[in-house]
């Protein structure tokens, strides 16, 4: 999850051409003044995901299925998690399948909220622990897999236009699952393998709760992504073309 593009703004590329592609002949166009920009913004998003999955050299837009992402960090201090997890060569599959449930954009109060969901998303990479999960100790390395299944994604955006350009005063990410699945199968504590598979099949059946707990470490992580991506969309083209008067 997540180098997240904002695939849940991907609205903005209505009004603008990449590499001479006039992308009115790809999605529909969207305007400002339009009694059903929500469901123009939502159908235009939806019809483009496919165009740009495999990344827009143009806008600096890296893959969006596989996404790479050279290192995460988690970090949680909770009642019943305390631990620091870095992952590194991160490989996110699933957002190719993103279905936009629902879009609520208000351009007068500077907002724009994007639902969605995606059947299967999987995280996987070789990671280092340090901490406990419940009454686990969890100090270990190696590799990991975390696959979410029937997830959905909230994306809010507070912005406000200055200079005639989108400038975004807060991202939020949010998500939420019905079912996880957590491999940790190969990991090796301090070389018990009884401990490790013991803590193994723990994890793996209790895995919705304690992905709960991983939950704002996640949310800030793609957060914070979604930003950065959004800030160089909108430093790049003006509001005045990202929302057309007609």
């Known amino acids: 999850m997540k180098a997240v593009v904002g695939i ?3 609205n903005i590329f209505c009004f603008f051409n990449v590499e001479g592609m006039d992308l009115g002949d790809l999605i529909p166009l969207c305007s400002a003044n339009d009694p059903e920009l929500n469901t123009c913004v ?9 165009q740009i999955v495999k990344g827009v050299p143009l806008l600096k837009i890296p893959p969006l299925d596989p996404m790479i992402s050279p290192e995460v960090k988690m970090s949680e201090n909770n009642e019943k998690i ?9 490989e996110q599959l699933g957002f190719s399948k993103t279905q936009i449930d629902d879009v609520s954009v208000d351009l007068k109060n500077g907002f724009m909220i994007f639902n969605a969901s995606f059947p299967v998303f ?14 686990y100790q969890m100090n270990g390395e190696g590799k990991a897999n975390l696959t979410l299944q029937n ?17 975004e005063d807060s991202v939020v990410f949010h998500y939420k699952f019905h079912d996880v699945y957590i491999d ?13 598979k013991t803590t193994a099949e723990f994890i793996n059946e209790n895995g919705v709760e304690i992905m709960n707990g991983f939950k704002p470490s996640l949310d ?27």
Do not use: M, W
Request: some cysteine; charged content about 25%; proline content about 2%.
């Open 8 to 10: 849940f703004v991907l």
């Open 42 to 50: 939502k159908n235009s998003a939806q019809k483009l995901i496919p």
């Open 82 to 90: 305390q631990i620091d997890v870095s992952y590194k060569n991160v």
């Open 122 to 135: 999987s995280f996987a990479g070789d990671y280092v622990a340090k901490g406990h999960i419940f009454n």
């Open 151 to 167: 997830a959905k994604c909230d994306l809010i955006i507070n912005f406000h236009v200055e200079n005639d350009r989108i400038k």
């Open 184 to 196: 940790y199968d190969h990991v090796s504590f301090t070389g018990d393998e009884k401990l490790a």
């Open 220 to 246: 800030r992580y793609y957060g914070n992504l979604f930003r950065e991506y959004l800030r160089g969309f909108f430093e790049a083209f003006p509001y005045s073309i990202l929302f057309q008067e007609s």
